[in-house]
């Protein structure tokens, strides 16, 4: 538990074990689910839960800071690591509302059961005043839900973007003490959970412009006493531009994919172009994620399986494409026994990239002296198409 500024609590939960999210999202540094307690002169409102494996820290964070009622508890986000513990909280204060917009209604009634009766349900720019706090309630659909929305306290300047600008770091600290830690561990929760919402992050960035700002107070990871470091990074990450960068998922079974990304990473690297190869045996798939934030290009590479991709590069590749990174290239090298689909197959899944397809490598066996030539053809188009593109 820590104060923000006067009134104003941090009285969420921090999950430092915690290895895995959804059950697919690699966590390295844990996470937390903070919620917020703000204190008004006429009423008290609680901002986002937490997950309901932690809800013994918020009543205990909630007891120690003395609430013994509460009036509204606000839900930005229908996400069970914020909103799993409402169904309690609304229990333990019976006369508590629940504040959320008329899609977030739908999603409380169908994923925990919250009666009509309980909820307040507020339009977009509402406000709540309780006394000498006022509340603004700003919908920013698609990040990452429908329904989500931010909260804004007025008085404080604090935004309360929930899953936005979040980051899944767990540490003992409240606010932001390292900047390049901090950085790190948004990136690849923006990879991993905004990406695919590039645009409509864009849109709700310029909103926010209109915003005096003091403190960010997300409801993963740390608390941002300079919003301007997560503004500027976001910024960057939702904008156009692209790094002259390869990014390089591959397996290989008997060493012919391997020796072809060996040579087409060295060949890159000769004409100065930055490669980030990603042995999907043994890749953490955050990083990946992080690596296609910038990249102008992917280059996936794989050997054929029973007439189609490896299993691995199937998975990879689809992430690519649900992810939907800015990437403006994309290409395969394949190795292959006799025949097959990989590289029709591999194209036919990246239908969400806006992208161009480059001509693929397609290799029988072990690579000979016209299959390295392919693979300098496949580097000097890289290279060409990068200096074009800057
Ligand atoms: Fe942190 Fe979308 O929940």
Request: aromatic fraction near 8%; charge should be negative.
């Amino acid at each position: 538990m820590a104060m923000l500024k006067p009134g104003v609590l941090s009285v969420g939960a921090k999950h430092y074990d915690r290895r895995l999210f959804d059950e697919l999202i690699p966590l390295p540094e844990g996470t937390t689910y903070n919620a917020y307690l703000v204190r008004g002169s006429r009423a008290t409102a609680l901002i986002d839960t937490v997950d309901p494996e932690k809800e013994s820290v918020l009543f205990d964070c909630l007891t120690r800071a003395g609430v013994e009622s509460l009036d509204y508890v606000v839900c930005n986000h229908a996400e069970q690591d914020h909103s799993g513990a409402i169904p309690a909280v609304l229990k333990r204060f019976p006369a508590a509302k629940l504040v959320v917009n008329p899609k977030c209604a739908e999603f409380v009634r169908e994923h925990l059961l919250v009666p009509a009766e309980r909820m307040h349900i507020v339009q977009d720019r509402a406000t709540l005043d309780l006394g000498g706090k006022t509340m603004e309630f700003i919908f920013a659909p698609w990040v990452h839900w429908p329904e989500t929305m931010l909260t804004y306290l007025r008085e404080d300047a604090i935004l309360f973007p929930c899953d936005l600008f979040g980051a899944h770091l767990a540490q003992s600290e409240t606010f932001v003490v390292d900047d390049r830690l901090l950085l790190d561990s948004a990136k690849r929760y923006y990879a991993e959970i905004m990406m695919p919402f590039r645009a409509q992050i864009r849109q709700h960035l310029a909103t926010l412009s209109g915003y005096r700002l003091e403190m960010i107070a997300p409801s993963h990871g740390p608390v941002h006493r300079r919003p301007s470091l997560i503004i500027d990074a976001y910024t960057d990450w939702v904008s156009d531009r692209v790094a002259n960068e390869v990014v390089l998922p591959y397996v290989s079974m008997h060493g012919s994919t391997k020796r072809l990304v060996e040579v087409f990473t060295d060949e890159l690297a000769v004409r100065g172009v930055e490669v980030r190869p990603f042995n999907l045996t043994v890749s953490d798939i955050g990083e990946l994620a992080m690596a296609l934030v910038d990249a102008a290009t992917v280059v996936i590479a794989t050997p054929t399986v029973l007439t189609g991709p490896h299993p691995l590069a199937v998975s990879a590749t689809y992430l690519v494409n649900a992810l939907r990174p800015k990437t403006r290239f994309v290409g395969v090298i394949n190795s292959f026994g006799w025949g097959g689909r990989t590289v029709e197959v591999l194209n036919g899944m990246l239908t969400a990239l806006k992208a161009e397809i480059l001509t693929p490598v397609t290799v029988r066996g072990y690579p000979k002296e016209a299959d390295y030539a392919a693979v300098r053809a496949l580097a000097d188009g890289i290279a060409t198409k990068h200096t074009e593109m800057v």
